[in-house]
């Protein structure tokens, strides 16, 4: 089986698993973009080789050991992200599908020394948690924003969603993480909010992008 198709479809399960445990070959069809037929020969594969518990007509389940190897793979592919926006200075927006290839590089060496040039960083360019040499990763319980109630200030700590469309729309607004947010106002009607920010003294947000940023509440 190329390790390539195997990964994504590891990766797959894994953030699949992270929003429904009870994952169908259907959910994971659809997640692949590939025919169910198609997901269910490399599922038959997954199982033989200890990644997926699969049984018929029962909800796919990883394996602790396809866990980790799942986690291995988003370690590599958070990794290089922080390495191409710390070190070579790649916009946000821009490493995700250069990640994607280099993901699939199988010399740990290589990501250890990755890791060691940026100081062992524990979150990636979007504020998304990078798992360990383990496969252990650390989460963080920050809150929407679309949840914070006025009068309150917050930095901006993480994504909820790091698609190329919404961190360019975050890069126009010039929102980027570890920015200082505060809330002013909610609108009862459609959850828009007023915040200011930086040399923003007061900009309006819809409750599309306050449902997408996670925030800490600010301390001093």
Request: glycine share 4%; aromatic share 10%; no cysteine.
């Amino acid at each position: 089986m190329a390790t390539k198709i195997k990964e994504n479809y590891l990766k797959a399960l894994y953030f699949l698993n992270r929003k429904d445990r009870n994952i169908s070959l259907t959910a994971l069809a659809n997640d692949m973009q590939v025919r169910k037929p198609t997901v269910n020969d490399m599922v038959k594969k997954l199982s033989a080789e200890g990644f997926v518990k699969y049984e018929r007509y029962k909800p796919l389940k990883l394996t602790e050991k396809g866990k980790k190897a799942a986690a291995l793979v988003i370690r590599k592919h958070r990794l290089t992200e922080m390495f191409l926006a710390q070190v070579m200075g790649f916009g946000w927006e821009e490493v995700h599908d250069i990640a994607e290839e280099i993901e699939h590089i199988n010399t740990t060496q290589f990501f250890d020394r990755m890791d060691e040039i940026l100081g062992f960083p524990t979150i990636d360019p979007h504020g998304s948690p990078i798992p360990d040499k383990d496969g252990n990763t650390n989460q963080f319980n920050y809150e929407l924003l679309a949840n914070i109630p006025a009068n309150t200030t917050v930095k901006l700590r993480g994504l909820r969603d790091s698609s190329k469309d919404f961190l360019v729309f975050l890069n126009k607004k010039k929102l980027q993480l570890g920015t200082i947010i505060t809330l002013h106002h909610t609108e009862p009607f459609d959850k828009s909010i007023i915040v200011s920010y930086d040399e923003f003294s007061e900009i309006q947000l819809s409750h599309s992008v306050s449902s997408r940023l996670l925030v800490e509440r600010f301390r001093n």
